[in-house]
Nanobody
Framework: QVQLVESGGGLVQAGGSLRLSCAASGRTFSNYAMGWFRRAPGKEREFVAAISWNADRTYYANSVKGRFTVSGDNAKNTMYLQMNSLKPEDTAVYYC????????????????????WGQGTQVTVSS
């Protein structure tokens, strides 16, 4: 049974930082793509960042580029999202996701490409 568990969310002032973690269990996630998505109140879920661990490739939404960094630790089977210079518009529930199959060196930005999802962690940025 594959499980993804996010942690690290919370309340922070604008300009502050948070680091989200996504702990994966049930299989190792090397060779697979993983990503972060978010859903703000009243809005659709949107792509935030993605990583392909084997190729060490990353990709970011324009809205977070230069402020967020996605990384992975194969030994811990954990993905991270370092979020700096947070803005009130970053307020959302953040979800991590993983593909069902190996995708080689691809990074994937479409939520439909992901089969496994975590329960989400709330990030609230106050102005």
């Amino acid at each position: 049974q594959v499980q993804l568990v996010e942690s690290g969310g919370g309340l922070v002032q604008a300009g502050g930082s948070l680091r989200l973690s996504c702990a994966a269990s049930g299989r190792t996630f090397s060779n697979y793509a993983m990503g972060w998505f978010r859903r703000a109140p009243g809005k659709e879920r949107e792509f935030v960042a993605a990583i392909s661990w084997n190729a060490d490739r990353t990709y970011y939404a324009n809205s977070v580029k230069g402020r967020f960094t996605v990384s992975g630790d194969n030994a811990k089977n954990t993905m991270y999202l370092q979020m700096n210079s947070l803005k009130p518009e970053d307020t959302a529930v953040y979800y991590c996701a993983a593909t069902r199959h190996s995708v080689g060196s691809w990074v994937l930005i479409d939520s439909a490409d992901y089969a496994y999802w975590g329960q989400g962690t709330q990030v609230t940025v106050s102005s």
